[in-house]
């Protein structure tokens, strides 16, 4: 297992319980991978430094996990085709 760094950010305009959902929804894809995560953190609501897709704001979040390196790409897609995640980052730990 190989360790990951990812960063995402959900959009503002949902509500309290849908964020959750993302947040969930983003762990689960996780473990569903056998993966583990490590950490997660809670960035708060920032302002961007570009408008994406019509939004100025969003929620941050950190998130160290260990994932299967042949899985990191589906995982990537997953995040990718969320409506809800307007962008996201993910970096490898162990290469630095």
Do not use: C, W
Not at 51 to 76: A, T
């Amino acid at each position: 297992m190989t360790k990951y760094e990812v960063m995402f950010i959900v959009k503002a305009t949902l509500d309290e319980n849908a964020i959750g959902a993302v947040t969930k929804e983003v762990q689960k894809l996780v473990s569903d991978n056998k993966g583990k995560v490590i950490e997660f953190k809670d960035l708060g609501r920032k302002k961007l430094a570009y408008p994406i897709n019509k939004e100025v704001s969003g929620f941050y979040y950190l998130m160290n996990m260990e994932l299967s390196s042949d899985k990191v790409k589906e995982f990537d897609r997953k995040l990718r085709i969320n409506e809800n995640i307007l962008r996201h980052l993910t970096l490898n730990k162990e290469s630095e």
